[in-house]
């Protein structure tokens, strides 16, 4: 099972920006498609955006389009999650989350963002 570590949260005013980023311990990597998921406290984990293994097509959800920017670094087996225009309802644990060839679903320990004035 691959090991994902997430990095990057933490607090930051409304409109700022945050960059989270995940290493994965395997090097088949590559293969894995990768997504960002993030759960508020009292909510539901909801899917915040994924990006494919192959061709890498990308895919997010409304309430984030336009501002989250999810990219992926095969060479160094991580993903990242560029966030700006931050808003109070971004507040939330994000995880990164792994699906490789199988259908096998690995995830992260979670990274707090905090978005306050």
């Known amino acids: 099972q691959v090991q994902l570590v997430e990095s990057g949260g933490g607090l930051v005013q409304p409109g700022g920006s945050l960059r989270l980023s995940c290493a994965a311990s395997q090097s088949t990597f590559s293969s894995y498609a990768m997504s960002w998921y993030r759960q508020a406290p009292g909510k539901e984990r909801e899917l915040v955006a994924v990006i494919t293994s192959i061709g890498g097509s990308t895919n997010y959800a409304d309430s984030v389009k336009g501002r989250f920017t999810i990219s992926r670094d095969n060479a160094k087996n991580t993903v990242s999650l560029q966030m700006n225009s931050l808003k109070p309802e971004d507040t939330a644990v994000y995880y990164c989350?792994?699906?490789?060839?199988?259908?096998?679903?690995?995830w992260g320990q979670g990274t707090q963002v905090t978005v306050s004035s």
């Open positions: 989350r792994s699906t490789d060839w199988r259908g096998i679903v690995s």
